[in-house]
């Protein structure tokens, strides 16, 4: 294990011999990866490249192609801000970000983010995500496709209709007020993360998005969309997959049905 190099003051975690408000690391990346060894280190390096200093944590699927001996060769070098979590196999992406949402509860980040390690999300659009929360007063952040119009690059046609339609589908069933409901990169205040029943999420593929933005908008937090560009995977493979696809389409429908006899009160 890397000694820390970082030490806790008030809640906040704070960079050694910090001298700007910008090497205050109150701020931790989280992505989920199964078989990532193309782009691990790359992403890790992009995050770790940016003028506003972010912590990065792993979780990783017991990856058969060596992803977490990449990371773990890396945290020889980002010791105390590089930080890996592996599990015993495959368990859904949503049971991989709650693993993550309660190891940065519990180590007092202020921000947490999800973002996915294949280049789909361009690493230098953490900043707006952050300046949407830190400096705008959002309590979430949706890096967005669609509130802008369709801004994705590289994918089919046809993945693209379905990935836009099914936004427009669940805020019709939800009534949220979110054009990119199914997006995957996202920054969180710590206190929505305190307040939803982490628990209780029930789905584990990519409708865990909706119903986490769902929560939050059922919770009163304030959500804002920050518009973004997507661009395809071009390293790896996609785990995308038409059974999520129904997970989503059905899931949306028990969602709303449930929150009828929900009160969301905040404690």
């Given at each position: 294990?890397?000694?820390?190099?970082?030490?806790?003051?008030a809640?906040?975690?704070?960079a050694?011999?910090?001298a700007?408000?910008?090497?205050?690391?109150?701020?931790?990346?989280i992505?989920?990866?199964?078989?990532?060894?193309?782009?691990?280190?790359?992403?890790i390096?992009?995050?770790?490249?940016?003028?506003?200093?972010?912590?990065?944590?792993?979780?990783?699927?017991n990856?058969?192609?060596?992803?977490?001996a990449?990371?773990?060769?890396?945290?020889?070098?980002?010791?105390?801000?590089?930080?890996?979590v592996?599990?015993?196999?495959?368990q859904?992406?949503?049971?991989?970000?709650?693993?993550?949402?309660?190891w940065?509860?519990?180590?007092?980040y202020?921000?947490?983010?999800?973002?996915?390690?294949?280049?789909?999300?361009n690493?230098?659009?953490?900043?707006k995500?952050y300046?949407?929360?830190?400096?705008?007063g959002?309590?979430?952040?949706?890096?967005?496709?669609?509130?802008?119009?369709?801004?994705?690059?590289?994918?089919?046609?046809?993945?693209?209709l379905?990935?836009?339609?099914?936004?427009r589908?669940?805020r019709?069933?939800?009534?949220?007020?979110?054009?990119?409901?199914?997006?995957g990169?996202v920054?969180?205040?710590?206190?929505v993360?305190?307040?939803?029943?982490?628990d209780?999420i029930?789905f584990?593929?990519y409708?865990?998005?909706?119903?986490?933005?769902f929560?939050?908008?059922?919770?009163?937090?304030r959500?804002?969309?920050v518009?973004?560009?997507?661009?395809?995977?071009?390293?790896?493979?996609?785990?995308?997959?038409?059974?999520?696809?129904?997970e989503?389409?059905?899931?949306v429908?028990?969602?709303?049905?449930?929150?009828?006899?929900?009160?969301?009160?905040?404690?």
């Amino acid at each position: 294990m890397q000694p820390e190099q970082n030490k806790e003051v008030a809640g906040d975690r704070i960079a050694v011999g910090a001298a700007t408000e910008k090497n205050i690391v109150d701020s931790v990346v989280i992505i989920p990866t199964y078989n990532e060894k193309e782009n691990v280190a790359a992403i890790i390096e992009a995050v770790f490249g940016l003028p506003r200093m972010f912590d990065v944590l792993i979780i990783d699927d017991n990856s058969p192609d060596g992803t977490a001996a990449i990371v773990k060769d890396l945290q020889q070098r980002y010791a105390g801000r590089l930080h890996l979590v592996e599990r015993a196999g495959k368990q859904g992406l949503g049971t991989a970000y709650i693993a993550g949402f309660k190891w940065a509860l519990k180590r007092g980040y202020e921000f947490v983010f999800e973002m996915d390690a294949d280049f789909s999300h361009n690493p230098a659009d953490l900043l707006k995500l952050y300046d949407a929360c830190a400096a705008e007063g959002a309590d979430l952040a949706i890096g967005s496709r669609y509130v802008t119009g369709v801004n994705v690059v590289n994918w089919p046609m046809g993945r693209v209709l379905m990935s836009y339609y099914a936004s427009r589908y669940v805020r019709i069933v939800t009534g949220m007020p979110i054009n990119d409901s199914t997006a995957g990169f996202v920054c969180y205040r710590r206190r929505v993360l305190e307040t939803l029943p982490l628990d209780s999420i029930r789905f584990k593929g990519y409708a865990f998005q909706i119903e986490m933005k769902f929560l939050a908008y059922k919770y009163g937090f304030r959500i804002q969309e920050v518009p973004i560009i997507f661009v395809n995977r071009v390293l790896g493979t996609s785990k995308m997959s038409s059974g999520i696809f129904s997970e989503g389409f059905f899931g949306v429908m028990r969602l709303k049905w449930s929150s009828l006899f929900t009160k969301y009160e905040r404690k």
